[in-house]
């Protein structure tokens, strides 16, 4: 199993550019996550997806859409890059839901590698 | 706002040492508290998880101590090795959060950058 792959690894774009950051999972979860990464900031949600067909908003969605049409890929895009959105992006999926006998680690998210954009 | 605060931002010990990592949060809807480890390059992965139905885990050298009433937890490290030289974060998120509209959602701290010294 590849678990989350992420493409590309590294991107430079001049700002009002667009581009789209593809995931993918062959883990057969049903949700997935985009975050990014920025120094002193931690990981912070920019959108998700709790199934095929559906997406919803995280804690920093201005500026990024996304879309979620097979279960196994959820793509990130930027329609006018800005230099705020320097930064490195992961990408997370999960299950669906929680495991018997107290299992802790049902809530576990898995990452990609990232990818790191730079924005000029 | 930042819902869990993560303290301190940077440290450094020397091989052996035990290197202690805080968390706190206010949201007392907090059910689970898991920590990831980033070496670099890398994406985060799970370290360790715990439930506030108890005060302590271990796993290998790494523990977890839980504090209900203080809303704090805090990971401890024994007997630290370079390899163990990485960014850790720590994360919370609610009872139920598996619910569909939740969507197994984490809150996570700012994360702390760990250099174990040879």
């Known amino acids: 199993n590849a678990g989350v792959t992420q493409t590309p690894k590294f991107r430079v774009l001049k700002t009002g550019q667009s581009m789209t950051l593809l995931c993918a999972q062959d883990m057969n979860h049903e949700y997935m996550y985009w975050y990014r990464q920025d120094p002193g900031m931690g990981l912070r949600l920019i959108h998700y997806s709790v199934g095929e067909g559906t997406t919803a908003k995280g804690e920093v969605p201005d500026g990024y859409n996304v879309s979620r049409l097979k279960k196994q890929n959820f793509l990130l895009g930027l329609e006018s890059a800005a230099p705020s959105q320097t930064s490195v992006y992961f990408c997370a999926s999960s299950y669906s839901g929680p495991f018997g006998g107290g299992e802790v680690s049902y809530n576990e998210q898995f990452f990609g590698p990232g990818t790191r954009l730079t924005v000029l | 706002q930042q819902q869990v605060k993560q303290s301190p931002q940077s440290l450094i010990v020397q091989k052996g040492g035990i290197p202690i990592i805080n968390c706190a949060y206010e949201n007392t809807a907090f059910d689970y508290f898991p920590w990831y480890q980033q070496f670099p390059g890398k994406g985060p992965a799970l370290l360790i998880a715990?439930?506030?139905?108890?005060s302590e885990k271990k796993e290998g050298r790494f523990t977890i101590s839980f504090n209900k009433s203080a809303k704090q937890f805090s990971l401890h490290i024994m007997d630290s090795q370079p390899g163990d030289s990485a960014t850790y974060f720590c994360?919370?998120?609610?009872?139920?959060?598996?619910?569909?509209?939740?969507?197994?959602?984490?809150?996570f701290g700012a994360g702390t950058i760990l250099r174990v010294k040879s």
């Open positions: 994360a919370a998120s609610p009872l139920h959060s598996w619910l569909m509209e939740y969507g197994n959602k984490l809150v």
């Open positions: 715990i439930r506030p139905d108890v």
